[in-house]
């Protein structure tokens, strides 16, 4: 009987026991999530909003409605001008692999447009294998000429 509770014990132990690896700043994960900031300022250059939101999780979309975040593009655009340039100023990223898994990336740019230039931040994480942005916040010096 004691084999049996002994057996019992360490099956609920194993079973139970969740195994993750977690990585910070790897280099790998910053590209694969590059590859979404370049596509969104590619579009975002060219004015094809509705691409861009398309990157966006619904996880965004259930704080912020499309409308809401097509007049921020367009704001930018109106008071910044059109896009010329970005460069990454800073990123962390945060992946666990395992029982647990969960990817989070943290993007800031420095964006080059006509008028003014704007450092943007761009969260995201990864769902069902994709990354999605769940998070775009646009800073302005609203003193700068």
Do not use: E, Q
């Given at each position: 009987m004691r084999k049996f509770f002994?057996?019992?014990?360490?099956?609920?132990?194993?079973i139970s026991c969740q195994i993750n690896s977690t990585s910070s700043n790897r280099e790998s994960d910053k590209r694969e999530a590059e590859k979404i900031t370049n596509e969104f300022y590619n579009y975002l250059e060219k004015k094809e909003f509705e691409n861009a939101a398309n990157l966006f999780s619904e996880k965004f979309?259930?704080?912020t409605d499309k409308d809401k975040l097509y007049e921020i593009f367009n704001a930018t655009l109106n008071d910044c001008g059109?896009?010329?340039d970005f460069s990454i100023v800073d990123w962390s990223?945060?992946?666990?692999?395992?029982?647990?898994?969960k990817s989070e990336y943290l993007f800031?740019?420095?964006v080059s447009r006509e008028k003014k230039e704007t450092l943007e931040e761009i969260g995201m994480i990864k769902e069902n294998d994709s990354i999605k942005i769940v998070s775009y916040h646009v800073s302005?010096?609203?003193l700068s000429a």
């Open positions: 002994t057996l019992i014990f360490l099956s609920t132990f194993l979309f259930a704080v059109n896009l010329t990223t945060f992946v666990v692999k395992g029982t647990n898994p800031y740019y420095k302005v010096d609203r």
